[in-house]
């Protein structure tokens, strides 16, 4: 089941988030003693780690305790402009006191080999047996894709952990859909016009064809978070 929450502005959108964010760290943590998340790249994630190094929020949250990991990251060094990794770290993790950071090396020479060095750090940082995040955050393209997971790509019936997708430009790494459907809590942050259409054929067709309408945890939560724009033509 998804819940969907509409706001009008994508600032409404981060503020929302973080409000979830905070409730899993704060059941995580009481419960298992540690939150660990999968964090995203894009614009509207941007707002919502700004908005989590705000005052309100630097205080608010029990740092030590994250274990930060990536749903996905491109093939470029950690210091590029479209690396997710710098995304976060520029505006989220250099101001707060996130020590257990754990990004994937979209940077190595080799990406096959950097999707197992990957699983295996899930493996070792999440227990033994299958990882289970508590929170991962997705967005959605107006192609319906979410991490690097693209329509009518192979990586969708992998059953690994972390794959390489080296037939896309910049080449990318990437939770595969096992991973994403065995959290706890996904969150999808979506705003914009142009992802409107999408945005109905997941949610009110559940259209397979997307990769993105094919998250949806058994045993969790999967909550889409959608400005007004991206909202528009849904019931």
Request: aromatic letters at 8%; proline letters at 6%; one cysteine or more.
């Amino acid at each position: 089941m998804r819940d969907i929450i509409i706001c009008e502005t994508p600032d409404d959108v981060a503020d929302a988030a973080a409000d979830l964010i905070f409730e899993s760290q704060t059941q995580a943590i009481g419960a298992r003693g540690a939150f660990r998340i999968a964090l995203s790249g894009g614009a509207t994630p941007r707002l919502l780690y700004e908005r989590l190094a705000s005052d309100e929020w630097r205080e608010a949250m029990n740092w030590p305790e994250w274990e930060v990991f990536w749903s996905d990251e491109r093939a470029v060094p950690s210091e590029h402009k479209d690396s997710n990794y710098r995304l976060a770290h520029t505006t989220l993790l250099t101001k707060v006191d996130a020590a257990n950071v754990w990004p994937m090396r979209g940077d190595a020479s080799a990406l096959r080999e950097a999707a197992d060095e990957y699983a295996r750090t899930l493996r070792s940082r999440l227990g033994p047996g299958f990882p289970v995040f508590d929170t991962i955050l997705l967005g959605m393209g107006a192609d319906g894709h979410t991490a690097s997971l693209f329509p009518g790509h192979r990586v969708l019936d992998s059953s690994a952990l972390v794959e390489a997708v080296e037939d896309r430009t910049p080449p990318r790494l990437t939770l595969t859909l096992p991973v994403l459907n065995a959290a706890r809590q996904v969150i999808f942050l979506v705003t914009g016009a142009e992802k409107a259409e999408r945005v109905r054929d997941v949610l009110e067709h559940n259209d397979p064809r997307f990769p993105a309408a094919q998250v949806l945890p058994e045993e969790g939560t999967c909550t889409w978070i959608l400005d007004h724009e991206a909202a528009r033509l849904i019931r």
